[in-house]
Nanobody
């Protein structure tokens, strides 16, 4: 069983910073691309940032220059450093990872349970 567990969300004032973490645990053979998505009520989930195992990154235009995604391959953890936060960044943030479990011979997609980030004064 593979799980993704997010941490680090909360309430922050506009212009502030937060760091999200997501740890993948369980019977993992290998982890490929990991990323963060976000969703507000009534809207579709959207990409925030992704990072490949080799460190190549991709950002949504709305967060480019403010958010930084990174990962620790040895620990199967992905981070999202969010700076200069704006009220429009308020959303539930979901961790996503492409993982090959030890019990499978193919890549499966996993999601975390989501963590609230609220940017408000």
């Amino acid at each position: 069983q593979v799980q993704l567990v997010e941490s680090g969300g909360g309430l922050v004032q506009p212009g502030g910073s937060l760091r999200l973490s997501c740890a993948a645990s369980g019977s993992i053979y290998a982890t490929s691309t990991m990323g963060w998505y976000r969703q507000v009520p009534g809207k579709q989930r959207e990409l925030a940032a992704t990072i490949t195992r080799g460190g190549s990154t991709n950002y949504a235009a709305s967060v480019e220059g403010r958010f930084t995604i990174s990962r620790d391959n040895a620990k199967n953890i992905v981070y999202l450093q969010m700076n200069s936060l704006k009220p429009e960044d308020t959303a539930v943030y979901y961790c996503n990872a492409d993982i090959i479990p030890r019990t499978e011979s193919r890549v499966l997609e996993y999601w975390g349970q989501g963590i609230q980030v609220t940017v408000s004064s």
